[in-house]
């Protein structure tokens, strides 16, 4: 059975920093590119940061230069790393693992955590 548990979330003030992490179970966890989205209250999910099986990074617009993303592929695990947090980065963070083979792509879904970042 697949799991992917997000853990770390939280209550913080703006300018603030947390961790997220991601911890996998049930998949080749080396295999697969990594993403976190957000979904904000009345709003769709959207992509935050996604780390390949390769490490090769990418980052909205909105989080680049604050949030970073990495893998420990020892511990089944990704971090996201978030720094200077702003009010709008309130949302449940999704981790979401993917990984396509022949076949068709293995598709994964956490269960969320909750960010709040107070002004």
């Known amino acids: 059975q697949v799991q992917l548990v997000e853990s770390g979330g939280g209550l913080v003030q703006a300018g603030g920093s947390l961790r997220l992490s991601c911890a996998a179970s049930?998949?080749?966890?080396?295999?697969?590119?990594i993403a976190w989205y957000l979904q904000a209250p009345g709003k769709q999910r959207e992509l935050v940061a996604v780390?390949?099986?390769?490490?090769?990074?990418n980052y909205s617009d909105s989080v680049k230069g604050r949030f970073t993303i990495s893998r420990d592929n020892a511990k089944d695990t990704v971090y996201l790393q978030m720094n200077i947090l702003k009010p709008e980065d309130t949302a449940v963070y999704y981790c979401?693992?993917?990984?396509?083979?022949?076949?068709?792509?293995?598709?994964?879904w956490g269960q969320g955590t909750q960010v709040t970042v107070s002004s």
């Open positions: 049930g998949i080749t966890f080396s295999l697969y590119n």
């Open positions: 780390i390949t099986s390769g490490s090769s990074t």
């Open positions: 979401n693992a993917r990984h396509a083979v022949l076949s068709g792509t293995h598709n994964y």
